[in-house]
């Protein structure tokens, strides 16, 4: 029999062993890190600095913010390869490193941008954007002009903030109009030297940078920002289009990639990336859209353009094809996927599934909404009222226009006289709790209800510009993002009353926010900074807004959605994705809540890995993601 004399030295291995079984079995949980402080040329430390590490082919990234000392601890990314280091805070010059040792405990010494070229070519694109609107005074062309030039991509970024010759703006102006993107005849004839007057650089950078050497010109994110983490995964290739994502139930993350008609899956805690070819058929490149001229761009390959996805009840996935005038399901288990032809209607768009496990979308071209049950085969295309007789009519002839258009190409004339410019648009569409479905007609400035069983149609008419994907709270309320307002607003549908919100985004009015979700645990809103390379958060009970800013310039975030603990999800789907800062598309996670680990002081020499330094810096580390061993080694 034991004395229990010998118990009290034998527990104080205890939580050595305890610990060193945690590190067999729990070897997902432990980050390994990198310890650093950030400073300036003074050794004065610079706060809310993002410092990203990357790794592999494709690159996995990590950003986290530097604290008010500047310190910080950089998750290290999973994989092989070597280790990338970037650290960027507007108003300093980027500081990039590929020579990381993973223990060491560095000094990261930031140099003030003194160059006003410089530090306003690192500006998010809507401050470039911002100097074309305010030339604008009529507020209808302004409008227009947000919603129909950030249609696809950023506007104002490197690649869009060019001064041109006017033979080239015509060229960017058909581009665009066969894009989608059309404007009225009046606007286009002003659009060229509008925006040369607002980018020409002589004018452009003296009043991006006016205050450059004031002290609020470009203010670290505030301190609850900086506990956040971005994680980013590079998805497809440089011809790809990550445009809609989704969280399954298991963890594992869906992309749609539009331009190469692949599905792609991510697992978040491997890294590992897979991709299905989604069924083609018969259809040419451009499929029911096709023309007789070459498609646009010119290395896509898309025929069917696959555009949204939600999971079904049973796990399954359903896609909008868009290109292709079908809906498809994937079935994650076999990788098998079926498809469905719409009766009628052109460009399925954005789908959500009831709790019948029917799917409703809207159907962009030609003014549907759609629904389909897999359970029964039923489906239904139900027309929407147009504003005017006129819009009706060209909605109606669609079939024959797009029969004239495989034999002569339409899209130049149509460009040109901006017809089309104002088509009602179907485009977002949620289900209520009360089983109603809601969609926005973007153009039309109007929002509408479908009754699930009769679907018949009521149109109710928005106080601001350009719905767009709209998502409803856990109470009934409907959240709607303004795109060429910059606001969001809340409906109620029992009472038919709208109220909005500005985003904080500087200047104002500069951002275009083209989608937003509801995390419906606590009903906080997370909106897409489409044009400021931000998220931002709203919480209705306090009406603050918190702006996140993101690690990868030139960020077009068109879809939000949440996983288990709560940490946002969206994609980089910039088209085309050249114009993306690493020139591929991405999709990233945003986990609020990351706390930051506390960092020592670093050290003028890194620790040598294996050293008693950098074995006592790594138990730290795992304590830090194991609250249990934290508790039995205090005290040790």
């Given amino acids: 029999m034991r004395s229990r004399s010998a118990w009290p030295a034998r527990r104080r291995w205890l939580p050595w062993l305890v610990l060193a079984s945690a590190l067999v079995a729990c070897p997902v949980d432990a980050e390994e890190m990198l310890a650093a402080r950030v400073v300036d040329e003074a050794g004065a430390p610079v706060a809310g600095a993002m410092v990203t590490l990357s790794r592999g082919d494709p690159a996995a990234l990590t950003t986290v913010f530097t604290a008010a000392d500047g310190r910080v601890r950089a998750p290290i990314p999973a994989g092989d390869g070597a280790l990338g280091l970037r650290v960027r805070r507007i108003g300093w010059r980027d500081l990039r490193s590929t020579d990381v040792a993973p223990g060491a405990v560095a000094t990261l010494r930031l140099e003030r941008e003194t160059d006003p070229a410089a530090l306003a070519a690192s500006l998010p694109a809507n401050r470039w954007y911002a100097l074309v609107l305010e030339r604008i005074h009529d507020e209808n062309e302004r409008e227009q002009l947000v919603r129909q030039c950030t249609y696809c991509h950023q506007q104002g970024s490197e690649a869009t903030r060019r001064v041109r010759p006017e033979e080239e703006w015509g060229k960017v102006l058909l581009l665009m109009g066969r894009m989608g993107g059309i404007v009225s005849p009046a606007l286009r004839a002003e659009i060229p030297q509008l925006f040369n007057a607002a980018y020409d650089p002589t004018t452009a950078v003296p009043a991006l940078t006016a205050r450059m050497h004031e002290p609020d010109f470009a203010p670290p994110p505030a301190p609850e920002v900086r506990r956040a983490r971005v994680d980013e995964w590079e998805l497809g290739g440089r011809a790809s289009m990550q445009h809609d994502l989704l969280v399954h139930p298991d963890g594992r993350v869906y992309s749609v990639d539009m331009e190469q008609d692949a599905l792609y899956r991510l697992d978040p805690a491997t890294g590992r990336r897979e991709s299905w070819q989604l069924p083609q058929g018969d259809l040419p490149l451009g499929g029911v859209f096709a023309t007789t001229e070459k498609p646009l761009p010119p290395d896509t390959n898309a025929r069917v353009g696959p555009h949204s996805l939600q999971v079904a009840p049973d796990g399954s996935i359903w896609i909008t094809l868009a290109l292709g005038n ?311």
Wanted: overall charge neutral.
């Fill in 326 to 636: 079908q809906l498809a399901r994937f079935d994650p288990k076999t990788g098998r996927f079926e498809t469905h032809a719409l009766r009628w209607g052109y460009y399925p768009h954005t789908l959500r599934l009831d709790r019948r496990g029917r799917v409703w979308y809207t159907i962009a071209a030609s003014n549907h909404v759609g629904m389909y049950d897999p359970a029964t085969g039923e489906s239904q295309e139900i027309r929407l009222p147009a504003p005017t007789f006129g819009q009706d009519v060209t909605m109606r002839l669609l079939p024959a226009f797009l029969w004239l258009g495989r034999h002569v190409d339409l899209r130049d004339v149509a460009a040109e006289r901006g017809e089309g410019a104002d088509v009602p648009i179907p485009y977002g569409i949620d289900v209520a709790p009360d089983g109603g479905v809601w969609f926005s007609q973007l153009n039309a400035h109007r929002i509408g209800r479908v009754d699930p069983e009769s679907f018949a149609v009521e149109i109710v008419d928005t106080p601001f510009p350009a719905p767009r994907r709209m998502r409803f709270d856990s109470q009934g309320q409907l959240w709607i993002p303004s795109f060429s307002g910059g606001k969001i607003a809340r409906f109620d549908p029992a009472t038919r009353q709208f109220r909005t919100w500005e985003l904080p985004i500087e200047p104002r009015g500069s951002d275009v926010p083209y989608a937003l979700n509801v995390d419906r645990t606590t009903d906080t809103v997370w909106i897409c900074g489409t044009n400021s390379d931000t998220l931002i958060r709203f919480e209705p009970q306090t009406e603050q807004f918190t702006v996140y800013p993101l690690p990868t310039r030139v960020t077009y975030t068109r879809e939000i959605d949440f996983d288990a603990e709560r940490r946002v999800w969206t994609s980089n789907s910039n088209a085309p994705a050249w114009q993306i800062e690493t020139g591929m598309p991405k999709v990233l996670r945003l986990d609020p809540r990351w706390a930051p680990l506390e960092a020592p002081e670093p050290a003028t020499a890194e620790i040598v890995p294996g050293s008693p330094e950098h074995l006592r810096n790594k138990l730290g580390i795992v304590r830090s993601f194991h609250p249990d061993l934290e508790r039995l080694t205090k005290g040790r």
